[in-house]
């Protein structure tokens, strides 16, 4: 079993930058591929970032790309999202999940596993609040 604790959270001016930290224990980090999705009030948890088990390959959701940058720390076991120029609309309660069952890489679809169906474990979320 994998436990997971979002911590970095905040209160931060539009144009601001957090960093999130996701910190893991239990099983072996390395081997999970990661990822981070949110939630705002009265919406859906959406897909924002993933990184693969080497920390090599990535994919981000296109409302976050070029913004956001997602990295992990295998020997920490520790998962970052880095988010800059931050925008009201990205007010939401941020929550990392672990992958277990496979590759962060969909081999049937070609395609990087984004659904929240596909991540097993996952943290408490932490609040980010972006005010305009």
């Known amino acids: 079993q994998v436990q997971l604790v979002e911590s970095g959270g905040g209160l931060v001016q539009a144009g601001g930058s957090l960093r999130l930290s996701c910190a893991a224990s239990?099983?072996?980090?390395?081997?999970?591929?990661m990822g981070w999705f949110r939630q705002a009030p009265g919406k859906e948890r959406e897909f924002v970032a993933a990184?693969?088990?080497?920390?090599?390959?990535?994919a981000y959701a296109d409302s976050v790309k070029g913004r956001f940058t997602i990295s992990r720390d295998n020997g920490k076991s520790i998962l970052y999202l880095q988010m800059n120029s931050l925008k009201p609309e990205d007010t939401a309660v941020y929550y990392c999940?672990?992958?277990?069952?496979?590759?962060?890489?969909?081999?049937?679809?070609?395609?990087?596993?984004?659904?929240?169906?596909?991540?097993?474990?996952w943290g408490q979320g932490t609040q980010v609040t972006a005010s305009s």
């Open positions: 999940a672990a992958r277990s069952t496979g590759s962060l890489y969909n081999y049937n679809q070609n395609t990087y596993y984004t659904g929240i169906n596909a991540y097993d474990y």
């Open positions: 239990g099983g072996t980090f390395s081997r999970y591929p």
């Open positions: 990184i693969s088990r080497s920390g090599i390959n990535t």
